[in-house]
């Protein structure tokens, strides 16, 4: 059976989110235009008033806001609300370049948790289950996201925060926990841990996990769904809109269904900046029409999907994104071809392998180089060399006709490849361009 934890929204008419989106985005307007110097400017460069937007048809007319944007605007030049009126904050974990610091009223965590219940519900969680959330907790907003959003449905939280996986796996046995939150790359850790404990899925009481944060692809789904014998739903957001929850999956387990009352999407095309028809793949673009403390207009996520509004049988009427192929700035180059990480996962995973691997791009002689290093299981390990040889060349082939790139494989032995407890990484590009 479905379950909703706002049916009423959730399931609202086509007819009814257009409204609700009209209305809030009109008044979301004139509230950046009221207290956000950067955006009166943004929009004066453009020659709009908040009068030039009546509806959310009107949408178009207004700028992108990049992540170069927030950085200008560091720390507090995006701030829609005095600051006394704001209870927190969250970020990103900003490898590159400044941090970006969101804000939250209370009135923001709340329709954030919200967003978060309804994930958890939508992946069958009720009152009745332990729910343990191994993201990290602290400035990420992982932790504290599903943790609020756990409480909301009324689950017994375990908030584990990430790392220390054999006490994960203590905690979820002894607490007899029913829902895993954590990254992929971290659930299909704890399931290895838990195979080299001798566990089988029989003995682990999970029977969801809500995982997200980064990109993973169906085989890595399979993987999991295996290891530990539960359904595998994906989940999806950015601390720039709040955090996860912008998007969950339900059971159809076919995209992930937009929170339409809180945000509205775009898919445009990242080199021109055109708004595209629906079931275009392009980069996704976000408006957040509820947030009070650190509202964006067209905010430009980077992230390349495709999105549907084709009726889904879980009765969520609520637009729904594919799964983030990448990044516009995950993109590889390589000898002008583009290759995104998630391809070469799929490759792998095809082939049996686990999704512990790492790319190394590089340029030798200019010429770029791609160097794909693939850990073999326990059960595949072998230091005959001519069979190594034998199943580097398939994947070769795997690749060069995934990607129609020749690259180079080399197979390294069980446990040589970094884990992770959060976002995985899995590129390393060398290139001094
Ligand atoms: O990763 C929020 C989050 C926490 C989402 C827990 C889901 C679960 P940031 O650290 O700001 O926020 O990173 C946001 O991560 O633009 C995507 O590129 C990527 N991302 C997030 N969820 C997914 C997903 C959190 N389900 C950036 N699939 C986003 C693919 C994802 N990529």
């Not at 989110?17 to 955006?39: C, F, G, M, S, T």
């Not at 904050?89 to 309804?118: M, N, P």
């Not at 290891?227 to 912008?246: F, M, N, Q, R």
């Not at 072998?382 to 020749?406: C, F, H, P, W, Y």
Request: proline share 5%; with cysteine; hydrophobic share 35%.
């Amino acid at each position: 059976m479905e379950r909703y934890y706002q049916p009423e929204i959730e399931c609202a008419s086509r007819e009814q989110i257009k409204a609700w989106q009209d209305e809030r985005l009109v008044k979301q307007v004139r509230h950046v235009w009221n207290n956000v110097p950067y955006y009166r400017k943004k929009m004066e460069e453009k020659g709009l008033t908040p009068d030039d937007i009546r509806s959310s048809d009107d949408l178009h007319k207004l700028p992108f806001i990049t992540k170069a944007d927030l950085r200008e605007a560091y720390p507090y030049g995006l701030v829609a609300k005095p600051l006394k009126e704001c209870v927190r904050i969250q970020s990103t974990s900003g490898t590159t370049g400044k941090r970006v610091v969101a804000f939250y009223t209370q009135h923001d965590i709340d329709l954030w948790e919200d967003c978060c219940a309804r994930a958890i519900m939508a992946a069958g969680g009720t009152d009745e289950d332990v729910c343990q959330v191994s993201y990290g907790y602290g400035l990420f907003t992982g932790g504290p996201g599903l943790n609020g959003g756990s409480h909301k449905v009324g689950c017994l939280t375990i908030p584990t925060s990430s790392g220390n996986t054999e006490r994960q796996i203590m905690f979820i046995r002894d607490l007899s926990a029913t829902i895993l939150c954590c990254t992929p790359s971290y659930a299909a850790y704890i399931g290895e841990t838990m195979k080299e404990m001798g566990l089988t899925p029989d003995q682990i009481p999970l029977k969801a996990g809500i995982f997200g944060a980064e990109a993973w692809s169906e085989e890595m789904r399979q993987d999991i769904q295996n290891t530990l014998g539960i359904k595998a739903y994906d989940i999806y957001g950015l601390t720039e809109l709040s955090g996860p929850g912008v998007s969950f999956e339900c059971s159809a387990q076919t995209g992930m269904h937009i929170n339409e009352d809180h945000f509205i999407a775009e898919i445009i095309d990242p080199e021109t900046g055109e708004v595209l028809p629906e079931g275009s793949q392009g980069e996704l673009v976000f408006t957040s029409i509820t947030k009070e403390a650190f509202p964006l207009l067209r905010y430009r996520t980077r992230d390349i999907c495709t999105l549907t509004r084709e009726p889904c049988p879980c009765g969520r009427t609520h637009v729904k994104m594919t799964k983030p192929q990448g990044r516009t700035d995950d993109m590889l180059i390589i000898r002008g071809v583009n290759v995104f990480p998630s391809q070469i996962e799929t490759v792998l995973l095809n082939h049996g392998y686990p999704a512990n691997y790492q790319i190394i791009v590089d340029r030798v002689r200019n010429t770029d180089t791609l160097d794909v290093q693939v850990e073999m299981t326990p059960e595949m390990f072998t230091d005959n060399m001519g069979e190594i040889n034998k199943r580097q060349k398939e994947l070769v082939d795997g690749l060069r006709s995934m990607l129609g790139l020749a690259a180079k494989v080399t197979l390294v032995a069980p446990k040589t490849i970094v884990r992770s407890e959060g976002k995985a990484v899995r590129v390393i590009d060398k290139r001094k361009i």
